[in-house]
């Protein structure tokens, strides 16, 4: 069974910082673009960032441009997102995704389960 499997969430502070982390397990995704997505309370699921499979390329979401970075160790096989300055709008369960095509902004095929992110003010 193909997994996506996040950790580092928690809960901190405004101004603080986080680095998320996302393992595969199953099969290898050191050929595909990854990415990450959030889900605040009572709103959908929106995009966050993307990384190519090389590492070479990136794009974030204009609210996280300049504070979040996402990056990946292939050798590790293993993708980030490194968050700082953290506000309490950034508060939502984080997503790992993988295999999608490049610039897109949706419709990843492979999922993780979520990890929570909380920010208090």
């Known amino acids: 069974q193909v997994q996506l499997v996040e950790s580092g969430g928690g809960l901190v502070q405004a101004g603080d910082s986080l680095r998320l982390s996302c393992a595969p397990s199953g099969r290898t995704f050191s050929r595909d673009h990854m990415g990450w997505f959030r889900q605040a309370p009572g709103k959908e699921r929106e995009f966050v960032a993307a990384?190519?499979?090389?590492?070479?390329?990136?794009y974030y979401a204009d609210a996280v441009k300049g504070r979040f970075t996402i990056s990946r160790d292939n050798a590790k096989d293993t993708a980030y997102l490194q968050m700082n300055s953290l506000k309490p709008e950034d508060t939502a369960v984080y997503y790992c995704?993988?295999?999608?095509?490049?610039?897109?902004?949706?419709?990843?095929?492979?999922w993780g389960q979520g990890t929570q992110v909380t920010v208090s003010s």
């Open positions: 995704a993988a295999s999608f095509p490049w610039g897109s902004r949706e419709s990843p095929t492979y």
């Open positions: 990384i190519s499979w090389s590492g070479v390329g990136t």
